[in-house]
């Protein structure tokens, strides 16, 4: 296991690069597989608050199943390991995260590699967990022609307007036990000081209702793994120009779904790293 962890690191150390960014130096892990063409599909992948790129990328194990589809996966380092995401807009002013330009950050990577002709710009796609699902929402919210596909774990848009430029593909993730960002809205931590946000079914409402969805259907529970304490439910709606599906994990918390648990119990009834890249990737829902 130790010997594990240290190939991890070794080889992670090995696709770090910087860019910089309105000034500022910026970091970044890129997993690039030898299964990878020219003009490859990108998935970027997003840590939640006080994680790394080196850790989410260890945690999610996206590299695997990005190296079967010969993808790339980039992995964007947040400064002081967290990200400046649209909840900042819903706090007093006084006491907003000011400053890092963090959507220009992704954008320009993604710009670079598109320019170096090793990423396809049409095949891009960005996920990520609990302050990086958040941005992973804002980046949808404000660039979403830049986006073939945006997946949010343990997150839900915030309680400010979300102007889609046009219909995206979506893959939601959310514990309705999640002690940090509430499955029906609110205040985001565990003293609400964290920002507001909308609630899981209106944030699956706001890009249902630009794909011209039905109302959602729910699919009958899973429960593989009764010892969890958890069950999914899976929302579809027909009719959309780009599908939305939105996995509701009861009495599921904060933690990445399939993974082992960080801060809250992680349900194992559905792995959110293989339905992501399935979705992404391949065009297939769980």
Same mark, same amino acid.
């Given at each position: ?67 079967k589809r010969g993808a790339l996966v980039l992995y964007p380092q947040g400064i002081d390991r967290r990200w400046n995401d649209a909840r900042q807009l819903t706090l007093d002013p006084a006491r907003r995260f000011a400053g890092n330009d963090d959507v220009g950050f992704v954008l320009a990577v993604i710009d670079k590699l598109s320019a170096e002709g090793r990423v396809d710009p049409a095949r891009v ?23 073939? @596909? ?38 985001? @931590? ?97």
């Amino acid at each position: 296991m130790i010997a594990h962890a240290a190939l991890t690191l070794l080889v992670a150390a090995a696709d770090a690069s910087t860019i910089t960014v309105g000034g500022v130096e910026r970091s970044y892990q890129l997993f690039a597989p030898a299964s990878a063409a020219p003009k490859a599909p990108l998935v970027v992948v997003l840590h939640g608050r006080l994680g790394a790129a080196a850790q989410v990328r260890q945690h999610t194990g996206m590299d695997a199943e990005a190296d079967k589809r010969g993808a790339l996966v980039l992995y964007p380092q947040g400064i002081d390991r967290r990200w400046n995401d649209a909840r900042q807009l819903t706090l007093d002013p006084a006491r907003r995260f000011a400053g890092n330009d963090d959507v220009g950050f992704v954008l320009a990577v993604i710009d670079k590699l598109s320019a170096e002709g090793r990423v396809d710009p049409a095949r891009v796609y960005v996920a990520g967990h609990s302050n990086g699902g958040f941005l992973a929402l804002t980046l949808a919210c404000t660039h979403a022609e830049r986006f073939a @596909g945006v997946g949010a774990v343990a997150a839900s848009l915030p309680k400010t307007t979300c102007a889609l430029s046009r219909a995206l593909p979506v893959m939601l993730f959310h514990g309705t036990a999640d002690p940090l960002v509430p499955f029906e809205g609110g205040g985001v @931590g565990r003293k609400n000081e964290r920002g507001l946000i909308s609630s899981n079914a209106d944030t699956a409402r706001v890009f249902a209702d630009k794909a011209g969805c039905q109302p959602p259907t729910r699919r009958a529970p899973i429960d593989r793994d009764q010892k969890d304490g958890t069950r999914v439910i899976i929302e579809e709606r027909a009719g959309c120009s780009a599908p939305v599906v939105n996995v509701i994990i009861e009495g599921g918390g904060h933690g990445w779904p399939g993974r082992p648990p960080r801060l809250s119990a992680a349900t194992r009834e559905i792995d959110a790293t293989v339905a992501l890249a399935a979705f992404f990737l391949d065009g297939k829902l769980p």
